[in-house]
């Protein structure tokens, strides 16, 4: 399990836990992100937001955020 | 039924407000939700006999009471207001945007579902069986292509069928997924609330609220409550840990359910990635690229904005002389020829000059806006624009006021949330526009030869720090907290624009633009003719000469002399005009125009006269006095307009205005000082 900030470009996997006051809650479920949701990482590149893909959608988060959220990477 | 009020409930980038657009035209009113920093639009439109009130509700992923635009939806539709709530979806992203309709299931107002972009979704592959969603919500479900007004029939329809506001959502199987709920939490808060719901809320929708922590449902619960069942429930709750992560995890096992065997799709996984996407939100070339479209986007509303701009000018000149000779031959006074020509159609040239630039610049960044590339500019300035609590789509204002304000407060209207975008019009004010720098340039190299490059960095570095401090003021009392936290944005896929609509809805707003513009730029400008006004052109003669050398021991605190003072002043009306009133009011050889000539920039400057009188004139102190007054002050009266307009806040156009005042007169009597001390 890792978080989400330091996965790498193009590994797919689920979201296993999300951390965060109620308002950061609403705000990740209401984009789409639940636990064990499908993600692809698009883009994770040093200093900018986290590009996700997640049901049918591309999401930015940012980085801070990210560190909230931890991935179950599927190995490939 | 002859009237009926309808409220548009979606996500950000659902179409929302190009429906909304598409509904009622120009028929629109904006304005702000009373006491909060939410704009609030509404829209008519009359369809068959029928008039419709259309509320364009602000742009939320849910329904929880975290933000101000949250509470606002949520006390519209419990006020009881709307007839029918439209929730509109993106088809191409069905799942995702299908939140808001499981966030709003079990609010038992009468709703009809929307499906947005059927186009896209389409192209996609994507199959999707709108008539099978529709049997298992029990409303109607109404596929739409927003930007394209042709496909608004099945809507019309819809609205016009008496059973569409009797029919309530289905809200039993997302009722049962939230009883599924782990230890039976969800079973034991239903239970302690009254069966039949409380106003528009079923109890099944309060209970999960409830469990997401949501404060604005307790309030609503804790009345119908008894004191033993109060008790009950604050004890249940508090042993719930992240609620919200398990009524999402069942809001979204219900949107599966709904669109299992309503949707077939070719392909799943992540869309390939052009070329240009890897670019735009690339580290490196991001931040160059959106500032390149930025620019180039200014240049092509210049392109747009200038022949109609020389047009303007030239038939109003000609339609000047006009009245004059008319006028004269007529025997009308002096006075009323002046005050009609050089008061009123200066004004109605302002006026016009401004809805052109206004008109070339929604029309490019709307463009812009439409085919989804802002939302990579947003990516990219993300931690840059995070610095002052902005959006990263808050760049664009800032790099366009550097050719002229009036584009960067207009600009500023791609920005989602209204206190932002009045805390980025206030900073963009700051941004020094072309116009500024002729003044400046001329008043520091006179004054201070090769020292002027000096005085221009001290200005930018002193620019960046009103901008800092400036934020600060402002964005306390407009950005909320829940506006500050960081960055979840979808990035939607590029688009191709729709021109027609795009060039529809732009030119419809037009009017209403220059109406408002004229009222305010036609008050200000009577208002200074009258203060210049003077029958034989002697200065000495007008009301401004008057005050000016009045108020005179009151300016020179801030090293402003009565000469510097009135320019400082005429600025605020426009940059470029503070040359020519200089020169006039300097009694500059070959100067013999009036100063309201000079105010409205119709003068011609010999500068090289200019600087020489201003040498004898003033001392370097008060020269660098005067340029920190002039370059902090209001950029001009159209770019006051264009605020007005924007933020439609009176007040807070007021604020700025009096706050970019205050702040002047404070650079220019440090500026002074400081001046003193190195002189």
């Given amino acids: 399990m890792i978080k989400l900030n330091t996965a790498k470009d193009g590994e797919t996997g689920w979201v296993a836990s999300i951390k965060g006051n109620t308002r950061f809650l609403n705000r990740i479920t209401s984009i789409g992100l639940t636990i064990g949701s499908e993600i692809e990482i698009i883009q994770n590149q040093e200093k900018c937001p986290v590009l996700i893909f997640n049901r049918d959608t591309v999401i930015a988060i940012n980085r801070s955020e990210c560190e909230k959220i931890m991935v179950e990477v599927i190995e490939r | ?679």
């Fill in chain 2, 1 to 679: 039924m002859k009237q009926m009020t309808i409220a548009l409930l979606g996500q950000p980038n659902s179409g929302k407000s190009t429906l909304f657009n598409g509904l009622t035209g120009s028929r629109q009113h904006v304005g702000n939700w009373p006491g909060k920093t939410v704009e609030r639009k509404e829209g008519y439109f009359a369809f068959d006999g029928k008039n419709y009130t259309v509320v364009d509700l602000p742009g939320t992923y849910g329904l929880s009471a975290n933000s101000e635009e949250e509470i606002v939806t949520r006390e519209y539709i419990a006020s009881g207001k709307a007839d029918l709530v439209c929730i509109l979806t993106d088809a191409s992203q069905l799942e995702r945007s299908l939140f808001m309709l499981a966030d709003y299931t079990g609010i038992r107002t009468p709703v009809i579902l929307l499906l947005n972009m059927m186009d896209v979704a389409e192209q996609q592959g994507k199959e999707i069986s709108s008539t099978s969603i529709a049997k298992k919500l029990g409303i109607p479900v109404v596929p739409i292509i927003a930007a394209d007004k042709k496909s608004y029939g099945d809507l019309f329809k819809t609205l016009k069928e008496p059973e569409t506001i009797s029919t309530m959502l289905d809200e039993n199987i997302l009722s049962d997924l939230y009883k599924r709920m782990e230890r039976g939490v969800f079973k034991q808060v239903f239970s302690l609330l009254p069966e039949e719901g409380i106003g528009v809320y079923s109890s099944s929708w309060l209970a999960a609220k409830l469990i997401e922590q949501d404060s604005m449902a307790m309030e609503v619960v804790w009345d119908a409550l008894s004191t033993d069942d109060r008790n009950k429930l604050t004890a249940l709750l508090s042993q719930v840990r992240d609620g919200s992560l398990l009524t999402g995890d069942c809001k979204f096992k219900w949107i599966e359910s709904l669109l299992r065997d309503s949707v077939a799709e070719r392909k799943k996984g992540a869309p390939k990635r052009s070329r240009f996407d890897r670019l735009a939100t690339s580290k490196t070339w991001g931040k160059p690229l959106s500032i390149a479209i930025i620019i180039l986007g200014l240049v092509l509303s210049m392109v747009i904005a200038i022949p109609f701009m020389g047009l303007f000018s030239f038939l109003l000149s000609a339609l000047s002389l006009l009245i004059t000779h008319g006028l004269s031959d007529a025997g009308a006074p002096a006075l009323i020829i002046s005050l009609l020509c050089d008061g009123v159609l200066t004004a109605v040239t302002f006026a016009l000059m401004m809805v052109v630039f206004v008109f070339g610049i929604s029309l490019v960044f709307g463009f812009i806006e439409e085919i989804g590339y802002m939302a990579r500019i947003s990516y990219t300035f993300d931690n840059t624009m995070a610095k002052f609590g902005l959006q990263g789509k808050a760049i664009m204002p800032f790099i366009i006021s550097f050719g002229c304000n009036i584009g960067g407060v207009t600009g500023t209207r791609v920005i989602d949330s209204w206190g932002q975008r009045v805390t980025t019009m206030a900073l963009s004010w700051v941004v020094p526009c072309a116009a500024t720098w002729g003044v400046v340039g001329l008043v520091s190299s006179v004054f201070f030869g090769s020292g002027a490059v000096f005085v221009v960095l001290s200005l930018f570095a002193v620019a960046l720090l009103h901008m800092v401090i400036t934020s600060k003021i402002f964005g306390k009392q407009l950005i909320k907290d829940s506006d500050r936290s960081g960055l979840i944005m979808e990035l939607p896929p590029y688009h191709k624009p729709k021109y027609k609509n795009l060039l529809r809805f732009v030119l419809n707003r037009m009017g209403d633009v220059l109406i408002r513009a004229l009222k305010i730029i036609i008050l200000v400008s009577v208002l200074f003719w009258a203060l210049s006004y003077t029958a034989d052109g002697n200065v000495e003669n007008s009301i401004i000469y008057t005050i000016g050398t009045f108020i005179e021991p009151v300016t020179l605190w801030f090293g402003l002399r009565w000469q510097t003072f009135m320019a400082f002043i005429a600025s605020a009306m426009g940059k470029e005009a503070a040359l020519g009133v200089l020169a006039s009011l300097f009694n500059t050889s070959g100067e013999a125009a009036g100063i309201w000539a000079a105010m409205s920039g119709q003068a011609h400057v010999n500068t090289s006269s200019l600087g020489g009188a201003l040498l004898t004139g003033i001392s370097k102190a008060e020269a660098l006095a005067f340029i920190y007054a002039f370059f902090f002050n209001v950029p001009c009266l159209m770019a006051v307009a264009s605020t007005q307009q924007e933020s439609h806040s009176v007040r807070w156009t007021f604020r700025i205005v009096g706050y970019y005042i205050v702040t002047a007169l404070l650079m220019a009597t440090l500026a002074y000082y400081i001046g003193l001390l190195i002189f």
